[in-house]
């Protein structure tokens, strides 16, 4: 079954530091990629998802995301965290069908002055 | 704007009393799902309907029960919570099953159980 390894379950940076939370697929064809955000008692907000048209990826709040092929691996990134960026973050696959969104184990992403 | 509402944000129940979470949407999505999440853990799919179309997952508990009158609600009930139910519980929907489709989430209940 398709799945996805998210590395790191906490991640620390200092504001206006460069953000990288990893996330590695399993699959040996291209999935349907997404990266949710989830706030402190909110539910989870899609970031971005990759379809397979761009590689590159731009999602909402300055983040974004690449897919690449030789590594299995769709890392968001974002050049400059803010103090608003502190969430937690989740991987996701779809499997064949959308009602199999799979997701990792998540990233807490703190941000620091 | 389209979107996906849960009502209440905040349940208390006390042991054994049965409890109805809600949820609806704008979105006039065919599928919508319920979601229990624990603390630091993933979400994790109860049961989602297609249309009238109901689909549990093998290892949701009988305890957990849903129905969806219309497009637009569907509600989650627990018959007896016990003290493990406590957890965020969250609806989503999408537009069809299609494994390119979003999911589209609400803002959660959380439920407590005293």
């Known amino acids: 079954a398709q799945s996805v390894t998210q590395l790191g379950s906490h991640v620390s940076v200092s504001e206006g530091a460069l953000v990288l939370l990893r996330c590695n697929y399993s699959?040996?064809?291209?999935?349907?990629l997404f990266w949710y955000v989830q706030y402190p008692n909110q539910g989870l907000q899609l970031l971005l998802k990759?379809?397979?048209?761009?590689?590159l990826v731009k999602g909402i709040n300055g983040f974004e995301a690449e897919f690449k092929k030789s590594e299995t691996s769709f890392h968001l990134t974002k050049p400059s965290a803010h103090m608003s960026d502190a969430a937690e973050y989740f991987c996701a696959v779809t499997p064949g069908t959308a009602s199999k969104l799979t997701f990792g184990t998540g990233t807490r992403l703190q941000v620091t002055l | 704007d389209a979107m996906v509402i849960q009502n209440p944000r905040y349940q208390v129940t006390q042991f054994g009393k049965p409890v109805t979470l809600s949820c609806s949407q704008t979105l006039n999505h065919n599928v919508m799902y319920w979601y229990q999440q624990k603390s630091s853990q993933a979400p994790k799919l109860l049961f989602h309907y297609y249309d009238k179309d109901f689909n549990n997952e093998a290892d949701t508990p009988d305890n957990f029960q849903s129905r969806r009158p219309n497009t637009s609600f569907c509600f989650l009930d627990i018959r007896s919570p016990g003290l493990g139910d406590a957890a965020m519980y969250l609806c989503a929907t999408s537009r069809d099953l299609g494994e390119s489709e979003t999911q589209y989430f609400g803002p959660g209940t959380r439920l407590l159980v005293l």
């Open positions: 699959s040996s064809v291209p999935p349907y």
């Open positions: 990759y379809t397979s048209a761009a590689t």
